[in-house]
């Protein structure tokens, strides 16, 4: 692969990567409890090192992060609008397994099982939370009662690497390969509270702009690249 299209193709495959993220983090700047992501890449020269020998390009891959940062705290005084006060997240079982949230709008159906926003069961002890009704309080431990029975603890898990869980949707997260911590220490939960998105549109819309205009630059290059390429062909042809 000529040396020009290889590196160029390099930055482009770690500017569309960063377009990817920023869009997806400005259509969930009203998910409650979403965490921003972040396009990594390894430095230039590392990745250019790989590039220029042999022309692959596979090492331009980009590494999506999650900004375990908290977001705002809303007030809505429904006994079971969930936050947490640190760095911990909601056990949920989903069809595709176990998942992590920080979304804590959660319902009860008319069985009483109490469910996520998306219809996926909140889990306590393993296994699903099913309430006699809606009028439960929730403890800063996470334990739901009914008046002064103590009916079950909610699962509160907590990861040593929060930025590396994967993004799936929906506010939630996959743990990408790591275990839960055995000890959850400092989270503590907030009832009659949600979590807002930590994104920052006016953030977000300034990093497009910047990618938009290093896409611009890239084109550039390229056309200048074909232009000297198709002057040295014509030239050549005159002999």
Do not use: C, W
């Amino acid at each position: 692969m000529d040396s020009v299209f290889a590196v160029t193709r390099v930055g482009l495959l770690a500017d569309f990567a960063r377009l990817a993220t920023q869009s997806l983090n400005l259509s969930n700047v009203d998910t409650v409890g979403y965490k921003r992501q972040l396009a990594v890449t390894s430095s230039f020269d590392a990745r250019l090192d790989n590039v220029l020998p042999s022309g692959d390009t596979s090492m331009a891959a980009t590494t999506t992060l999650t900004d375990p940062r908290a977001g705002a705290l809303k007030q809505t005084g429904r006994p079971l609008d969930l936050s947490l006060d640190g760095d911990g997240f909601f056990g949920v079982r989903t069809a595709s397994g176990i998942r992590y949230t920080r979304r804590g709008d959660f319902a009860v159906e008319a069985s009483g099982r109490l469910v996520t926003a998306a219809g996926d069961a909140v889990l306590a002890g393993g296994g699903d939370v099913v309430l006699p009704g809606t009028a439960v309080t929730v403890d800063r431990d996470g334990k739901i009662f009914d008046g002064d029975r103590q009916l079950t603890q909610l699962d509160i898990v907590q990861f040593a690497d929060p930025g590396r869980l994967q993004y799936v949707g929906g506010g939630l997260f996959d743990a990408a390969g790591q275990a839960p911590l055995a000890t959850v220490t400092a989270t503590r939960v907030r009832s009659g509270a949600l979590e807002a998105s930590n994104v920052q549109p006016a953030h977000e819309m300034i990093g497009l702009l910047e990618v938009s205009r290093e896409v611009q630059l890239t084109r550039s290059v390229l056309t200048a690249r074909d232009e000297m390429l198709d002057s040295a062909a014509n030239t050549l042809a005159q002999f």
